[in-house]
């Protein structure tokens, strides 16, 4: 299997969990952290589009508030300040309502969105995340996703929209640093 044809969102999941991995946090701790990154990608993009309509500034100050009286934190990953919490099972990414993302639910959402080729798109995105150092990587891999991700319009047209992702090109990057 070469190619995928797959959305944007399910391929910075996965692309963002395998660097966390690479970093140093847990698989669970990973996953979370990169479904946190798509969704908080997703938001600026949607925004940026005009399909959501930012918070009020009221609003994102009352949630700020909620989240730090919860014990919310952030942790840097692709550029993003991902909201976490510590909870009994690791570090978690928390959604607006400050509840814990569940690993489970991001393995089963990306099991669904790529099928058997998950095995193999995972397998060629740690062989690029190992080709580069820790500090490389945290500056590159943003960049890194932007390069092999699925190619769609421009625009509102592309939002949801499905591409190819090349699981050939993402092995090549790994042979260049």
């Known amino acids: 299997m070469d190619t995928v044809t797959i959305n944007r969102a399910p391929v910075l999941t996965l692309w963002a969990a395998v660097v966390a991995e690479r970093l140093g946090f847990d698989r669970d701790e990973a996953l979370t952290l990169g479904k946190a990154v798509a969704g908080l990608t997703a938001q600026s993009k949607g925004q940026r589009l005009g399909i959501f309509t930012p918070s009020p500034e009221a609003v994102r100050l009352q949630r700020?508030?909620?989240?730090?009286?919860?014990?919310?934190?952030?942790v840097a990953l692709l550029g993003r300040a991902v909201p976490?919490?510590?909870?009994?099972?690791?570090?978690?990414?928390?959604?607006?309502?400050?509840?814990?993302?569940?690993?489970?639910?991001?393995?089963?959402?990306?099991?669904?969105?790529?099928?058997?080729?998950?095995p193999t798109t995972r397998a060629a995105m740690v062989k690029l995340a190992k080709s580069r150092g820790p500090e490389q990587l945290t500056d590159e891999a943003f960049r890194l996703y932007e390069a092999f991700r699925p190619g769609v319009p421009a625009g509102e047209s592309g939002w949801g929209a499905k591409g190819t992702l090349s699981i050939k090109k993402i092995e090549g990057m790994a042979e260049k640093k």
């Open 64 to 74: 700020a508030e909620k989240a730090k009286k919860a014990g919310v934190f952030s």
């Open 84 to 118: 976490v919490l510590h909870t009994d099972e690791g570090l978690r990414s928390v959604g607006k309502d400050q509840k814990p993302v569940t690993p489970a639910n991001v393995e089963k959402y990306l099991k669904a969105k790529f099928g058997e080729a998950l």
